[in-house]
Each structure stands twice: as structure tokens, then as C-alpha cells.
């Protein structure tokens, strides 16, 4: 069955991202917002530069975003707020050429309809799926991964919102369904975060090497 990628979230303090990059996820995600305990405003230690650094917006200006990928070198960008296809398309204009992949996030409740998702296609790179809660993500419950089953789409996603290891197999049984109907590159990586932690922005190491989803 195909490798899934990882990507860890909510990175924050200096020794603990260069713990965590030791570990090699394919991205470390960092969020720019000041209405969490994971907001990041520091100086970024030296990861490797296979480990993709994401930054993480909610409602941002495009202005501040590009601020944000020269100072920290940014290699992926998700945007966590209500960016409408327009602001997408025009940042995507922007990061086409330095290559950084623009992932616009989706929250999803019991009501969810995947027509949202259409005016987005053509514009970013990948989708990624989130549980709707109160807060803009981190909140450490799983939606109904049953309504995934219905994706329509071919752009390929992540899969987040309170994964721990207790989800490993049901991630692996979604896999399976996407490779019977055809479909298997769609469900591209998953991103962990709060099941992870010992506080927000602090992970847990140990934790994540139990984390098996690249073979």
C-alpha cells in the first residue's frame, strides 16, 4: 500500500523542533496566529531541508504571508481560515514560481457538502480535512471519516483532526477503500498534532516514533 507523508503541527519551542525534525516528517507545521498557544514567533532553528516547513494562516494578508515565507523560508503554506477561491488563486499566482505548496483546509461537521470544496480545485495544491470544533484546529476530535468515502474529487488531501495512534488502522482502512475505487494517490498524508503533546506546542517524541504510516 502507498507510503502516506506526515506532517507534525503546532511546532513551537527550539529543542523540541529539532527533536522532532530528527525524526523526519515530510512537513512541520507552524502556526501564524495569535489566538493560539501554538502560535509561533521565534527564531526558527536549522531543520533539514527535506522537512518541508509550513506555515500555518488563518485570515491572513497576503502581504504578511510572504513577510512570513522569506523569514522563515517556507516551504508550504495552509490556509486555516474562510480564504475565498479568489485569494487562493492570487496567492497561487505568487508561489508558483518559487514552488511552495498551497494547502487550503476544510473543517468538517455533520453537515459538510463537498460543492465547497469545487471552486478551490484549480487553485491550490492540496486539500486538507479538519474537524469543525471551536477552536482553528487542535482540537483533538475525530470527525466522520465515513463522509470522506464520498470525496468526489481527484486533488489529493491530508487527513487530520485528532489522530492518535488508536486511529492508525481505521487510517489504513481509508486507504484501502481509496485504493479499491481506484483512487489511492487522494489521500496523500496525514497530520497529527494535539494527541501528540504534552502541552500545546510541545510533542511528545516518544509518541511519535510509535507513529507508523511511511512503511
Same mark, same amino acid.
Given at each position: ?5 506526515? !506532517?507534525? $503541527?503546532?511546532?513551537?519551542? #527550539? ?7 530528527? =525524526? ?17 514567533? #521565534?527564531?526558527? %532553528? ?14 491572513? @494578508? &497576503?502581504?504578511?504571508?510572504? @513577510? ?5 523560508? =517556507? ?9 475565498? %477561491?479568489?485569494? $487562493? ?5 505568487? =508561489?508558483?514560481?518559487? *514552488?511552495?505548496?498551497?494547502? *487550503? ?9 463537498? @460543492?465547497? &470544496? ?13 474537524? !469543525? ?29 485528532? &489522530? ?15 485504493? #479499491? *475505487? ?24 516518544? !509518541? =511519535? ?7
Amino acid at each position: 500500500m502507498k507510503e502516506l507523508k506526515l !506532517k507534525i $503541527c503546532g511546532m513551537k519551542e #527550539a529543542d523540541n523542533i529539532l527533536e522532532v525534525a530528527e =525524526l523526519q516528517p515530510d512537513y512541520m507545521g507552524f502556526i501564524f496566529y495569535d489566538k493560539t498557544p501554538r502560535n509561533f514567533d #521565534a527564531e526558527m %532553528p536549522q531543520i533539514p531541508s527535506a522537512v518541508k516547513k509550513t506555515g500555518v494562516f488563518v485570515n491572513a @494578508k &497576503i502581504d504578511d504571508i510572504l @513577510k512570513k515565507i522569506r523569514k522563515y523560508d =517556507l516551504k508550504a503554506l495552509q490556509l486555516h481560515g474562510n480564504e475565498s %477561491p479568489e485569494f $487562493c488563486g492570487e496567492l497561487n499566482i505568487l =508561489l508558483r514560481e518559487v *514552488k511552495i505548496e498551497l494547502i *487550503k483546509v476544510f473543517s468538517i461537521g455533520e453537515d459538510f457538502d463537498f @460543492k465547497d &470544496i469545487k471552486a478551490y480545485e484549480a487553485v491550490v495544491d492540496y486539500f486538507l480535512f479538519d474537524t !469543525k470544533g471551536k477552536n482553528k484546529g487542535g482540537n483533538g476530535t475525530v470527525f466522520n471519516w465515513e463522509i470522506l468515502k464520498e470525496y468526489p474529487s481527484e486533488k489529493p488531501f491530508f487527513l487530520s483532526g485528532g &489522530i492518535g495512534l488508536e486511529q492508525l488502522s481505521a487510517v489504513k482502512e481509508l486507504q484501502e477503500h481509496f485504493r #479499491a *475505487k481506484g483512487k489511492e494517490d487522494v489521500l496523500y498524508a496525514i497530520d497529527v498534532n494535539s494527541k501528540f503533546e504534552d502541552k500545546p506546542g510541545l510533542k511528545n517524541v516518544g !509518541k =511519535l516514533k510509535k507513529l507508523e504510516v511511511r512503511g
